[in-house]
Nanobody, 123 residues
């Protein structure tokens, strides 16, 4: 399984970006997908996750109310819409496939990872 995260870039504070996660393999839809991020000098942290059918979503406190995770049942893509971005959102964002269909905030519950896409928010 290969995951590809894209959509990162440079944006001013208050702006928006939409990240996309594509994966090879037809079974991708059967698993939860999570977004994580890692800022320079910091540990990787959970951002959001969505269950296999997209029926349930979960967010970190920092993402709640500003970010929206979704998945397209037709093409299997998973998206992270990020609004009201802040400089502290600057990080490399990774999408990951869960080992089950259930969402989790623990990175150990994810077994395949994309290469990451850089999001830079300027003040």
């Amino acid at each position: 399984v290969q995951l590809q995260a894209s959509g990162g870039g440079l944006v001013q504070a208050g702006g928006s970006l939409r990240l996309s996660c594509a994966a090879s393999g037809r079974t991708f839809r059967r698993y939860a997908v999570g977004w994580f991020r890692q800022a320079p000098g910091k540990e990787r942290e959970f951002v959001a996750s969505v269950t296999e059918r997209g029926g349930s979503t979960f967010y970190s406190d920092s993402a709640k109310g500003r970010f929206t995770i979704s998945r397209d049942s037709a093409d299997g893509m998973v998206y992270l819409q990020m609004n009201s971005l802040k400089p502290e959102d600057t990080a490399v964002y990774y999408c990951a496939r869960g080992s089950t269909g259930y969402s989790a905030s623990d990175s150990n519950e994810y077994d395949y990872w994309g290469q990451g896409t850089l999001v830079t928010v300027s003040s």
